[in-house]
C-alpha cells in the first residue's frame, strides 16, 4: 500500500502564473499520465556538506537538531551517504528510443538516459498548494533479496484555474538545413508551428529565426492581433536547403529573443532541429559562449525540440542542459500536438530555477544505494546549497522522479533516508527548501503489487537499463548491483559506467528479462492510456530485436545481449 509522505514549499514572493494557451488542454504537464550562468546570488546561505531536516512547514532549511514533526533528530550522515544531482525535466531519450525501435533498430545505448525514460511519465504526486515543489517518497521491495527501489517524487503546481497568465514573447528558431528535407522534419515543424500559431493569444508575439549553412530572421518579434496571416505566410515559405549551422541560428535566434524581449512576459527560445551541426562551430559550449550574456542578463532559457530519425541527441541534450532549459522529441503530428498545444505552459513557463536534489542515506540502516541515471546531473555534495552552481529549470504540472535501488542492512528498521529539495524563485531568485523522509517500513511491500505510478517507473528504468546494457544479465539474491561491501560501515554509489562496459556492469536488482518486462508493461497499458501501452509495444519491439517472441509472455526468448543496430 502506497503511504506518501509530503512537505509542500512555500515561496516568500508568488511566481508568475502558469502559460494556458487558448483552446488548448488546460492544467497540468500531461506527459504519458499514470492514473492509479550570472547565478552568484547566494542570499547569505553557506553550503553544508550534509542537510539537516526542514522545519515544518516554513520551506526553509533547519540545521540538524531541528525538530520535526514532533521529534527531535539529529542526522548527518557520512559523505559517502549523500546523492546529489541537478533536476531534469527531459524526456527526448525516451522518445527518439521510442522511434528507432519502430523503425527496427535498437536506439545507441549512449542516448539512453534512464531518467528521461522514467520522467516521460507524469506521476499522480499531490501537488503543492503554492509554487515550489511538494516532496513525496515511497518504495517497495524488488524480487531480490533485500534489495528495494525507493521513489523521490517531485512536482510542482500545475497552471492558475482562473486562465490568466503573462503573454508570450517566443522566439522559434527553426533548422531548414538539407537533412530537414526527410519526411517527419520540417513537414512535422511547419504543421506544428502553424497548430501553435492558431492557439496563441492575440498579446502574444512571436519570431521566427531559420537556418542553414547561415541564419536568417524571417519574422521579427511580432504580436499575433492580427498578424496571425503573416507568421502562417512566414511558416509556409519554409524549404530545407545546405548544410546545418546550428551555431548561426542559436545565436541569431537570441539575438532576436533580446531585440524583442517583452518586460513582464515568457521571453523564451525555442529550438527546432535534428542537431546534426556540420557547419561553424559544433560544440555545445563554443555555440553556448556566443550567447552566454543573454542567458545570464535576460534570463532567456532554451527549449530544444528534437526531429528526425537521426538525431543529434548529445548536442540537443547538452545545449538545453547549459541553456537552462530542457529537451523534448516529436516523431509524428499526435505527438506535435501535444509539445505544441497541450505541454506548452509546462515547456516554457517556470516554477523553479537552478533546482536540485540530495538524499541523505541512514548508514544505521543502509547498506548500499544507486541513483539510477542522472548521470550527467551529478552535483557535488557540498554544492547543494551553493546557488551559484547550476541546477535545473523545471515550469509548471511537471512531476519529476528519482529511483534509487537500495540495500537494507540485514534486520534494520528505522529510519531510511531524507529527500531535500533546493530551488530559485524563477523572479527574485531567492532561495527555497523543502524536504520529507522515509521508514523502513515504507519499504515493505512487494514492488509488483505497489502503487501503479511506482510500477510504471520501475519498469522504464529496467527497460532503460537493458536497453544500455544488455537483457541477458540478472541479478540473484545477493549479488551486489552496485560497488560490493567493503566491510566497513559504510559503502557508497558507484561511478556511472560506461555503457558499453557490459564486463563490470550488473543488472538493477530484481530486473526482469524482457519478456516478462513487455507483460509487465502490458499489465501497466491495460485501459485508455494510450502512452502505457506505448511503452509495452517498446519493450516487445526491443525483444524481437534482441531474438526474442517479442510477445512479452515469459520464458527465455530475448537473453542476447543488446547491442546498437
Known amino acids: 500500500m502506497r503511504t506518501w509522505r509530503i512537505r509542500r514549499g512555500v515561496l516568500a514572493a508568488a511566481v508568475a502564473s502558469g502559460l494556458l494557451l487558448t483552446g488548448c488542454t488546460s492544467g497540468d504537464h500531461d506527459t504519458s499520465r499514470t492514473t492509479d550562468s550570472g547565478k552568484r546570488d547566494r542570499s547569505g546561505t553557506t553550503p553544508l556538506p550534509a542537510p539537516g531536516p526542514a522545519s515544518p512547514g516554513t520551506g526553509d532549511a533547519a540545521t540538524p537538531g531541528e525538530e520535526q514533526d514532533g521529534k527531535e533528530r539529529d542526522f548527518a550522515p557520512p559523505p559517502d551517504y549523500l546523492s546529489t544531482f541537478a533536476l531534469d525535466v527531459d524526456t527526448a531519450s525516451y522518445g527518439f528510443a521510442r522511434r528507432t525501435l519502430a523503425e527496427g533498430r535498437l536506439p545507441d545505448p549512449a542516448t539512453v538516459r534512464p ?78 508551428l502553424a497548430i501553435m500559431t492558431d492557439e496563441l493569444r492575440d498579446d502574444d508575439s512571436v519570431a521566427l529565426v531559420t537556418f542553414s549553412d547561415s541564419a536568417e530572421t524571417v519574422l521579427p518579434m511580432t504580436r499575433l492581433g492580427d498578424h496571425r496571416g503573416k507568421v502562417h505566410s512566414a511558416i509556409s515559405a519554409m524549404e530545407p536547403t545546405q548544410s546545418t549551422n546550428l551555431e548561426a541560428g542559436v545565436r541569431t535566434g537570441y539575438d532576436t529573443a533580446v531585440g524583442g524581449r517583452r518586460d513582464g512576459a515568457t521571453n523564451r527560445v525555442v529550438l527546432l532541429s535534428d542537431a546534426l551541426a556540420n557547419t561553424g562551430e559544433t560544440s555545445a559550449d563554443g555555440i553556448l559562449e556566443r550567447i552566454s550574456d543573454a542567458r545570464r542578463e535576460h534570463g532567456i532559457t532554451l527549449f530544444g525540440v528534437g526531429v528526425g530519425s537521426d538525431y543529434g541527441d548529445a548536442l540537443m541534450e547538452r545545449l538545453a542542459d547549459k541553456g537552462d532549459g530542457h529537451t523534448t522529441y516529436v516523431s509524428d503530428s499526435e505527438e506535435a500536438q501535444k509539445v505544441f498545444c497541450e505541454q506548452l505552459p509546462a515547456n516554457i513557463e517556470l516554477r523553479a530555477r537552478d533546482a536540485k536534489a540530495q538524499v541523505a542515506f541512514d548508514p544505521q540502516t543502509v547498506k548500499q544505494f544507486r541513483l539510477i541515471g542522472y548521470d550527467n546531473r551529478a552535483v557535488a555534495d557540498d554544492d547543494f546549497r551553493d546557488d551559484g552552481v547550476d541546477g535545473g529549470e523545471v515550469g509548471p504540472g511537471h512531476t519529476v522522479t528519482a529511483l534509487y535501488a537500495v540495500r537494507m542492512r540485514p534486520g534494520a528498521s528505522g529510519h531510511v533516508a531524507t529527500a531535500h529539495v533546493r530551488w530559485l524563485d524563477p523572479d527574485n531568485r531567492v532561495p527555497h527548501e523543502e524536504s520529507n523522509q522515509i521508514e ?15 510500477r510504471t517507473a520501475a519498469v522504464a528504468a529496467y527497460f532503460a537499463d537493458a536497453l544500455r546494457h544488455g537483457s541477458s544479465a540478472r541479478t540473484e539474491p545477493g549479488d551486489p548491483a552496485v560497488r560490493p561491501d567493503t566491510g566497513t560501515t559504510a559503502t557508497t554509489a558507484p561511478e556511472p559506467m560506461s555503457t558499453s562496459d557490459h564486463s563490470t556492469w550488473q543488472p538493477l536488482p530484481g530486473a526482469p528479462k524482457l519478456p516478462e518486462l513487455a507483460r509487465r508493461a502490458a499489465e501497466l497499458g491495460d485501459g485508455e492510456d494510450t502512452a502505457l501501452r506505448d511503452l509495452a509495444t517498446a519493450v516487445r519491439q526491443a525483444d524481437r530485436l534482441t531474438g526474442g517472441s517479442g510477445e512479452g509472455s515469459g520464458g527465455d526468448s530475448g537473453e542476447g545481449e543488446i547491442k546498437p543496430g
Open 115 to 192: 531518467e528521461e525514460f522514467v520522467n516521460s511519465f507524469r506521476q499522480d504526486y499531490p501537488r503543492p498548494e503554492g509554487d515550489g515543489f511538494s516532496v513525496n517518497v515511497d518504495g517497495a521491495r524488488t524480487d531480490d533479496d533485500d534489495w528495494s527501489l525507493l521513489r523521490v517524487g517531485l512536482a510542482t503546481r500545475g497552471d492558475t484555474s482562473d486562465g490568466e497568465r503573462p503573454p508570450a514573447a517566443l522566439t522559434f528558431v527553426i533548422d531548414v538545413s538539407g537533412s530537414m528535407a526527410e519526411p517527419g522534419r520540417l513537414d512535422l515543424v511547419k504543421e506544428s
Open 440 to 454: 523502513s517500513g515504507d519499504l515493505e511491500g512487494g514492488l509488483w503489487n505497489a502503487d501503479r505510478g511506482l
